[in-house]
C-alpha cells in the first residue's frame, strides 16, 4: 500500500516563526502536492513538484515555499508564519498523470 | 476560470436510503472526474474515477455518472449505512502536470 507521511499532525508556532511541514511517499511517485483545507473554503492548492527540484505554483503560494531535494520527500515551509496561515495541511502523491492522489494525515497547524 | 460547485453542503438521509451528491462544473472541459472521502482530521480517501467518454462507474455499492453536455458528475450511494456518513468531494482534471480542481465537498450524515 502506497503511503503517504506526514511529520507533524499538530503544530502550535507563534507569528513570526519558521516553520518546516515534512512529507514523505514511499510508492516512487513523480508528482507531489501541498494543499490546505479550510472550513468553508475546501482543498486549495499551493504548490506542487512533477519531478526533483522542479516545483509549480499553485492557487494560493503566497507565504509558502516548497523543497524536494529528493524524489520522496516534498517539504512545504512558512518562512516566517501569520495568524492567517492557521489551517489543515495535506500533503499527497501520484504516480500516474490520471491517477488518484494519495493523502497523507494532514498536519494541524496552528499559529499564535 | 475553471470552477467546480457541489451543490449541497450537507445532505442528511435516513439508512437504507440511496444518497445522490451532485459536482457541477464550468469554464472547462475535464479528461475525467474522481470522487473522494473525508473523514473528519483525515485525509481525502479515493473512491473512484471516471473518464469523459464514460457515462456511468459502480464499485460495490457507489455509482458515479458523468454528463459531459450537462458538466455535471452525480455520485450515489445505494443502501446506505451509519458507516458512510463522511465529507465527499469531486475533483476534476486540472490540466497541468497532474494537478486535481478539488470541490468544496458535501458532508453525508446517514441516519439509523
Known amino acids: 500500500d502506497v503511503k503517504v507521511t506526514q511529520s507533524s499532525r499538530y503544530l502550535v508556532k507563534r507569528t513570526g516563526e519558521k516553520v518546516f511541514l515534512e512529507c514523505v511517499q514511499d510508492m516512487d511517485h513523480e508528482n507531489m502536492f501541498w494543499y490546505r483545507q479550510d472550513p468553508g473554503l475546501g482543498l486549495r492548492l499551493i504548490y506542487f513538484?512533477?519531478?526533483?527540484?522542479?516545483?509549480e505554483k499553485g492557487d494560493i503560494p503566497e507565504g509558502y515555499s516548497v523543497s524536494r531535494e529528493k524524489k520522496e520527500r516534498f517539504s512545504l515551509i512558512l518562512e516566517s508564519a501569520s495568524t492567517n496561515q492557521t489551517s489543515m495541511y495535506l500533503c499527497?502523491?501520484?504516480?500516474?498523470?490520471?491517477?488518484?492522489?494519495?493523502f497523507g494525515e494532514g498536519s494541524r497547524l496552528t499559529v499564535l | 476560470s475553471q470552477k467546480i460547485e457541489q451543490n449541497s453542503e450537507a445532505l442528511n438521509i435516513q439508512e437504507g436510503k440511496t444518497a445522490t451528491l451532485t459536482c457541477n462544473y464550468t469554464?472547462?472541459?475535464?479528461?475525467?472526474l474522481q470522487w473522494y472521502r473525508q473523514d473528519p482530521g483525515r485525509g481525502p480517501v479515493f473512491l473512484l474515477l471516471?473518464?469523459?467518454?464514460?457515462k456511468e462507474k459502480r464499485k460495490e455499492r457507489l455509482k458515479v455518472t458523468f454528463d459531459t453536455t450537462l458538466k455535471q458528475s452525480l455520485f450515489h450511494i445505494t443502501a446506505s449505512q451509519p458507516a458512510d456518513s463522511a465529507t465527499y468531494l469531486c475533483?476534476?482534471?486540472?490540466?497541468?502536470?497532474?494537478?486535481?480542481?478539488f470541490g468544496k465537498g458535501t458532508k453525508l450524515s446517514v441516519k439509523p
Open positions: 471516471i473518464r469523459e467518454n464514460e
Open positions: 513538484s512533477y519531478d526533483v527540484k522542479m516545483k
Open positions: 475533483a476534476l482534471d486540472g490540466g497541468s502536470q497532474g494537478n486535481l480542481i
Open positions: 469554464n472547462y472541459s475535464p479528461a475525467y
Open positions: 499527497a502523491s501520484r504516480g500516474r498523470p490520471t491517477g488518484e492522489l494519495f
